[in-house]
């Protein structure tokens, strides 16, 4: 089940990058080709932007690909080691539990608003947080749960 999630996260990044990119060189070209601006294709890039990084964010925590800085870890033992980076987990743990939970908030809240030049709901942006949020941190919780914390 959690290969699915995977896949279907780094689809949805995927094909959001994708249309992303298309859309800025579009914009571009329009802009400065042209001297044409669509009102909306700012808005269009960024809430892509935000689906991009979030759906591409779980993915990498599943793969633990996400960036760390080890210099300082690299001088403890390895048993302090292993002890400090599963207090970083767990700590990493808790802040995705709190931000998907926040993001829920989020979107209950902002349900009625609306997108300044689309017009879309801004539940349709802000629903990438507890989704990207969540499935971090149930690949984060599965990594822990089957011992393949980071080393």
């Known amino acids: 089940m959690l290969?699915?999630?995977e896949r279907s996260l780094a689809f949805i990044a995927s094909a959001c990058l994708a249309v992303l990119a298309v859309g800025v060189f579009a914009q571009v070209v329009l802009r400065y080709g042209f001297?044409?601006?669509?009102?909306?294709?700012?808005e269009a890039c960024r809430i892509l932007l935000v689906w991009t990084v979030l759906c591409g964010a779980a993915v990498s925590v599943r793969g633990n690909q996400h960036i760390r800085v080890e210099f300082l870890a690299d001088l403890l033992p390895p048993r302090l080691r292993r002890a400090w980076f599963l207090l970083i987990d767990l700590a990493t743990l808790l802040f995705f539990l709190v931000m998907a939970g926040a993001g829920v908030e989020a979107v209950k809240f902002n349900d009625a608003m609306r997108t300044v030049a689309l017009q879309w709901p801004m539940s349709w942006l802000l629903v990438a947080v507890p989704v990207g949020f969540a499935a971090a941190a149930?690949?984060?919780?599965?990594?822990?749960?089957r011992g393949k914390g980071r080393t």
Do not use: D, G, K, N
């Open 3 to 5: 290969e699915r999630i």
């Open 35 to 42: 001297s044409i601006t669509p009102v909306w294709s700012e």
């Open 138 to 145: 149930l690949f984060l919780a599965e990594r822990l749960w």
